[in-house]
């Protein structure tokens, strides 16, 4: 089990409760029901908070002056600096986005914008233990799974989960405990570790509310649902 070879398996072990309840969410129930290629237009919204996401690593990375931390951070904001291109192009390969068109031309809707916002929020005003916790431990542990029910569904639908989608399914792995071991150690009884755990429940409800307003893009493609 990874939680014995990670630091703080505490910690870790909470964040996999989490996780397991985002896995099922009615939102995977839609993506396993998707039938055409109107059933992902949420990937207009994942683009921007993959752009979002991109932008707080490098950000992240930009700031950093502690030794420690900078290799970890360094790496982590390499590895994802075209991820918001490669989904661009995947999209207007596969018709989700018109050649004279940005791929911000469909706006964040509210949802989007809220947890795209707090992960710039996060590097900006918060200490590195809770950009860990949030970029790390949480979001990339979430985007293992998110990857794993929406690759094989995008691939039985001939459409073709490569360069972005491939990327993400062999990266998340190692990213969801990158700086892990860093970050002060405490026990989950502790004022620290009180800190900690609710930066988790924090990013879950977040990723939670997401995951409700995709479900509601799904369900109504046609209308954009640019503001829910």
């Excluded at 991109?54 to 900078?70: E, I, N, S, V």
């Excluded at 360094?74 to 995947?90: F, K, M, S």
């Excluded at 207007?92 to 940005?102: A, N, Q, T, V």
């Excluded at 790390?136 to 001939?158: G, R, W």
């Amino acid at each position: 089990m990874l939680n014995s070879v990670v630091p703080m398996g505490w910690l870790w072990e909470i964040a996999q409760k989490c996780r397991a309840d985002l896995r099922s969410h009615s939102f995977y129930q839609s993506v396993s029901n998707a039938s055409s290629r109107k059933d992902f237009y949420w990937v207009h919204q994942l683009y921007h908070l993959s752009a979002d996401f991109t932008a707080a690593t490098a950000l992240r990375y930009g700031k950093c002056d502690d030794p420690r931390f900078r290799d970890a951070f360094g790496e982590h904001a390499a590895e994802e600096v075209e991820h918001p291109a490669q989904l661009a192009r995947w999209m207007r390969e596969f018709g989700f986005l018109k050649l004279d068109r940005l791929p911000t031309s469909v706006p964040p809707n509210l949802a989007t914008l809220a947890l795209g916002s707090y992960f710039i929020r996060s590097v900006m005003r918060e200490p590195f233990a809770h950009q860990i916790i949030t970029l790390n431990l949480m979001t990339e542990s979430i985007a293992v799974d998110f990857y794993a029910q929406v690759n094989p569904k995008l691939a039985e639908l001939e459409l073709t989960p490569k360069e972005y989608w491939l990327v993400h399914q062999e990266a998340d792995t190692h990213h969801q405990i990158l700086g892990l071991d860093l970050i002060p150690q405490c026990s989950q009884d502790s004022p620290l570790g009180a800190d900690y755990l609710h930066t988790v429940y924090e990013v879950t409800q977040l990723w939670r509310q997401l995951f409700d307003s995709w479900n509601q893009v799904i369900q109504c493609p046609d209308r954009e649902v640019a503001y829910i």
